[in-house]
C-alpha cells in the first residue's frame, strides 16, 4: 500500500495579511525543504483580511519566492467577497452540500468567466502566473469548473477523496485536513490560514515534519496524476466514508477558528532586496 503524502496549503495570501505569521510559517516551510500551495487573492475586497496596512512590495515579494522556487501558486477567486446564496455548491467541509455565502456558486458562467478572467490578468500584470485554483469557502459549482476551463486552468486544490482525481476535465488534488493528521495511505493537503494560525499550531507543524512523514508538493501531484480505475474506487470509498463522519468530532472536522486574543511572537520581516537566491536570507 503506497504511504501517505502531505501538502500545505496557505490560504487568503493579500497584500493586507498577517505577515509576522505569513513569514514564520514560510521559514519553517524553508527548513524543512517544504514548498507550500499559495492561494493569493488577485484583487482582495474583504474587510475580514485586511489585517495590517498594505506592505507596498507585495508583489515584488511573490515574484520572488517563486523565481527561488520556494513556493508555488494558485489564484484564490477574484476579489474574495462571499454572497449570501442558497444555491447548491460541489464542496463545503462543514455544512453538507449547502453553503451560506459563496462568491461565485449560484452566478452565471458569463460572470464568473469574467470574474475569474480579471483575477488572472491581475496575476499577470504582477508578473505571475499560474493555471492551479481553489475558491474561497471551498465554494463553486459546475458552472465555476466550466467557467476555469474556458479560462485555462487546469487544476484545483479541493475536494474529500483519497488520491488526486480528474473531473470536469480538471485535476482535483484533494484538500481534507486543516492540520496534520496520520494517515496510512493517500494524498492529503494540509490547509493553513496565516492570518489566525497560533504559535501553538506552528509547534505542532514543526513537530510533524520532525517525523519520516512523505511530503510533497501540489505541482508534483498534479504532474504525476494518472487516471487509475483503483484510484477511483478507492476515492469513492473514502467519500462515503467521510459522509459518515463529518458531523463527528473527529481528525477530519475543521477545527474552530482559533482566537486572535493570544499575541503572535514578531519576527523580523524580510523585504525582496533582503531574500538571497533561494533562500530568505533572515533564517
Not at 510533524?208 to 501531484?221: D, G, H, K, N, V
Request: proline share 7%.
Amino acid at each position: 500500500m503506497m504511504k501517505a503524502r502531505y501538502l500545505f496549503r496557505m490560504d487568503d495570501i493579500t497584500p493586507t495579511m498577517d505577515w509576522g505569521r505569513f513569514w514564520a510559517l514560510l521559514r519553517l516551510f524553508q527548513r524543512n525543504r517544504v514548498k507550500p500551495l499559495l492561494g493569493i487573492v488577485p484583487d482582495n475586497k474583504d474587510p475580514k483580511l485586511d489585517i495590517q496596512k498594505a506592505e507596498p512590495q507585495f508583489w515584488e515579494t511573490m515574484r520572488l519566492l517563486v523565481e527561488r522556487d520556494l513556493v508555488e501558486i494558485a489564484q484564490h477567486g477574484y476579489q474574495h467577497i462571499l454572497s449570501p446564496t442558497s444555491e447548491r455548491a460541489l464542496v463545503t467541509h462543514r455544512r453538507g452540500p449547502h453553503v451560506e455565502r459563496s462568491e461565485f456558486v449560484g452566478c452565471s458562467f458569463q460572470d464568473q468567466v469574467e470574474r475569474i478572467q480579471k483575477g488572472r490578468e491581475i496575476l499577470q500584470v504582477h508578473g505571475l502566473s499560474t493555471d492551479n485554483w481553489f475558491s474561497p469557502n471551498h465554494s463553486f459549482d459546475l458552472t465555476t469548473l466550466n467557467a476555469l476551463k474556458t479560462a485555462g486552468f487546469r487544476a484545483v486544490s479541493d475536494g474529500i477523496a483519497l488520491f488526486p482525481h480528474k473531473f470536469r476535465g480538471l485535476v482535483f488534488v484533494p484538500q481534507q485536513l486543516w492540520r496534520p493528521t496520520w494517515a496510512p495511505t493517500g494524498v492529503f493537503t494540509i490547509c493553513l490560514h496565516s492570518n489566525e494560525i497560533t504559535n501553538q499550531e506552528i509547534q505542532a507543524i514543526r513537530q510533524f515534519l520532525r517525523t519520516p512523514a512523505s511530503i510533497t508538493s501540489f505541482e508534483a501531484e498534479v504532474r504525476a496524476y494518472r487516471h487509475r480505475k483503483l484510484d477511483g474506487i478507492k476515492n469513492s470509498l473514502f467519500k462515503g466514508f467521510y459522509s459518515g463522519v463529518k458531523e463527528v468530532r473527529g481528525v477530519f472536522r475543521r477545527r474552530p477558528a482559533p482566537s486572535r486574543t493570544g499575541p503572535m511572537i514578531q519576527q523580523p520581516q524580510p523585504t525582496p532586496m533582503q531574500m538571497d537566491r533561494g533562500s530568505i536570507s533572515s533564517i
